[in-house]
């Protein structure tokens, strides 16, 4: 598979002041995203996952090392083709639903019709063509997390970045919520990347998983699942997912103490 975006030894140091010292959050850092893959990142709390992500979307530049997306380095700007997914509802609660996703493409200038379409698509395709005029507060929170799936979709990104975007949901609507993930993926043949504390959500999402290290993050271990392209939450009762999620805890269970102070007794 072609390679899609790098991540050559970067580094990423938060500048101290104010009497506190810099923080190294991230790296040094390797990282070759292929060309249509499902990627997952898994790490302890405060390990750098949230940075990495920043990094790798433009929207912070790196200490040390280069950032490449298609070829061409990214610089402290999100490039055209890369879409990014916050944690949480960060909708706009003052913007109906069909405004929240012409949000993106109205900023761009795109001519009204087209405009129209996509969103249109966008929204029909998440779900939510019956809940078009309807506003953020009288949505559900997988509802208003799918508004924000569209406002990325309908820019048409090549490479999807995700940061816990189902951190907020609850455990049956998290799955429900992956597997639209999945059809999203495989329907527009982005490439993407998601940042998780969920291991079960890793395991049944991706097609590797990064495992990071406890701060300043590092990858220790990226893991092929060895799933098929065509599936869904189903595979959680598969007994390669039981492997799979043991072996990332087994991973990562030195590294969650590690990040709260405590170290592993064996
Ligand atoms: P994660 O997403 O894995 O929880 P983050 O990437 O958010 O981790 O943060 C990594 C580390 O960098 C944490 O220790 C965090 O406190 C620190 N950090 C994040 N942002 C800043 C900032 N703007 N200034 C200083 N330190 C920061």
Not at 32 to 43: D, K, P
Not at 76 to 83: D, K, L, N, R, T
Not at 128 to 142: E, I, K, N, T, V
């Amino acid at each position: 598979m072609k390679e899609h975006a790098l991540l050559s030894d970067v580094t990423r140091i938060y500048p101290g002041g104010a009497g506190r010292p810099p923080v190294h959050a991230l790296g040094p850092v390797d990282l070759s995203l292929r060309e249509g893959e499902f990627f997952g990142v898994v790490g302890p709390s405060g390990c750098g996952k949230s940075t990495l992500l920043e990094v790798l979307a433009g929207l912070a530049v790196p200490s040390e090392g280069v950032v490449r997306f298609e070829d061409r380095e990214i610089h402290g700007e999100v490039p055209a083709g890369i879409g990014v997914v916050f944690q949480d509802d960060a909708s706009f609660p003052w913007l109906s639903v069909a405004d929240n996703v012409a949000f993106g493409l109205r900023r761009a200038g795109l001519p009204r019709e087209e405009i129209r379409q996509r969103v249109d698509y966008a929204l029909r395709f998440m779900g939510l063509g019956d809940f078009r005029d309807a506003y953020p507060a009288q949505l559900s929170g997988g509802m208003r997390q799918r508004v924000c799936i569209a406002r990325t979709l309908v820019l048409r990104p090549r490479l999807i970045l995700l940061d816990e975007p189902f951190g907020a949901l609850d455990a049956q609507t998290r799955l429900l919520m992956g597997d639209e993930l999945l059809r999203l993926w495989r329907e527009t043949g982005a490439t993407v990347l998601l940042i998780t504390h969920a291991l079960d959500e890793a395991a049944m999402l991706s097609d590797r998983i990064a495992v990071m290290s406890a701060r300043p993050g590092k990858l220790i271990e990226i893991l092929d699942t060895g799933w098929p392209r065509e599936r869904d939450s189903r595979i959680a009762g598969e007994d390669d997912f039981g492997h799979i999620t043991g072996h990332l805890w087994k991973l990562l269970r030195g590294e969650s103490l590690k990040s709260l102070g405590m170290e592993a007794a064996s």
